[in-house]
């Protein structure tokens, strides 16, 4: 039996390169020398990561100029509601951060300068890319296995998260093609549904049913997104209607002040000091 949740790559700081925690330090204690040094940061990006990298930015560097650039005519466009890319605008801008909508950025030809659709050039000292991830499965198309993939590099799975054609193999998270935003309700939803279908696949007894269960993407799920350590929006589907769009109290409680660090770690069976 064979699970493959390889996850997906980000761009700097989400992701780091090295292998130790020691690497992981010294590389995310760079990062903040620099943006402690930078004049000019500007996050291209204007999704959950980006609004909240931003947001977190300004609060630490009051002093400097901060620009978020997104290639979409609205900021939090995936929730499919208006009202929460309103609030995040509201709160960027009156925080004196700069956004561009419908700017579509790419590096210029001179170091430190980046270039938008219109072929306005930007210049900035520091960049942050949250614009999306790539799937870990190189090394599955290395193995001889890209006929498990689709075009975007992600493992094709069928409804109980078996890798198509596969009775032993199952992938779950970012890795595989299921179509939602890949958020931490959807990981800890796959998680349990593949958990059970691998127990009913060896037939093992107890409280678990032997029938595989389907899983159902999760098309409108909660979204936390802090404005730093004490402020932010929380959207919460509502069945059949527009989603509830909540503010700092709801924020700092669920995510803002702790960044969920407590919750992961009961996940993770994690209690060591």
């Not at 590389?27 to 204007?46: I, N």
């Not at 009913?200 to 007894?205: G, H, K, R």
């Not at 509502?238 to 527009?242: K, S």
């Given at each position: 039996?064979?699970?493959?949740a390889?996850?997906?790559?980000?761009p700097?700081?989400?992701r780091?390169?090295?292998?130790?925690?020691?690497e992981?330090?010294k590389?995310?204690?760079?990062?903040?020398?620099?943006?402690?040094?930078?004049?000019?940061?500007?996050?291209?990006?204007?999704g959950?990561g980006?609004?909240?990298?931003?947001?977190?930015?300004?609060?630490?560097r009051?002093?400097?100029?901060?620009?978020?650039?997104?290639?979409?005519?609205a900021?939090?466009?995936?929730?499919g509601s208006?009202?929460?890319?309103?609030?995040?605008?509201?709160?960027?801008e009156?925080?004196d951060?700069e956004?561009?909508l419908?700017?579509?950025?790419?590096p210029g030809?001179?170091?430190?300068?980046?270039?938008?659709?219109r072929?306005a050039?930007?210049?900035?000292?520091?960049?942050f890319w949250?614009?999306g991830?790539?799937p870990?499965?190189?090394?599955?198309?290395?193995?001889?296995?890209?006929?498990?993939?689709?075009?975007?590099?992600?493992?094709?799975v069928?409804?109980t998260?078996?890798?198509?054609?596969k009775?032993?193999v199952?992938a779950?998270?970012?890795?595989?093609?299921?179509?939602?935003?890949?958020?931490?309700?959807a990981?800890l939803?796959?998680?349990d549904i593949?958990a059970?279908?691998?127990r009913?696949?060896?037939?093992?007894?107890g409280?678990?049913r032997?029938?595989?269960?389907?899983?159902r993407?999760?098309?409108?799920?909660?979204l936390?997104?802090?404005?730093g350590?004490?402020?932010?929006?929380?959207?919460?589907p509502?069945?059949?209607?527009?989603s509830?769009?909540?503010?700092s109290?709801?924020?700092t409680?669920a995510?803002?002040?702790?960044?969920?660090?407590?919750?992961?770690?009961?996940?993770?069976g994690?209690?060591?000091a």
């Open positions: 039996m064979v699970v493959i390889t996850g997906a790559d980000y700097e700081p989400a780091f390169t090295g292998t130790t925690t020691e992981a330090a590389s995310f204690a760079e990062h903040q020398r620099d943006v402690a040094t930078a004049e000019h940061v500007l996050v291209v990006g204007g959950p980006g609004v909240e990298l931003s947001a977190e930015i300004r609060l630490a009051p002093d400097a100029r901060v620009t978020l650039a997104h290639s979409g005519p900021l939090l466009d995936s929730t208006t009202r929460p890319g309103r609030k995040a605008l509201a709160w960027l009156s925080h951060v956004v561009r419908d700017a579509f950025m790419s030809n001179d170091f430190g300068t980046y270039r938008d659709a072929g050039v930007l210049e900035a000292d520091l960049s949250a614009t991830t790539t870990n499965t190189l090394w599955l198309r290395l193995a001889g296995h890209g006929d498990w993939l689709n075009r975007d590099g992600h493992v094709k069928d409804r998260l078996r890798v198509e054609g009775l032993d199952f779950v998270g970012d890795v595989n093609d299921v179509s939602e935003l890949k958020i931490t309700p990981a939803a796959q998680a593949a059970h279908n691998i009913a696949y060896l037939q093992s007894s409280k678990h032997k029938e595989p269960r389907f899983y993407p999760v098309q409108r799920t909660p936390i997104v802090p404005f350590p004490a402020d932010g929006l929380t959207v919460l509502v069945p059949g209607g527009e509830a769009v909540l503010g109290h709801t924020t409680l995510k803002a002040k702790t960044l969920m660090t407590p919750y992961m770690r009961r996940q993770l994690y209690t060591a």
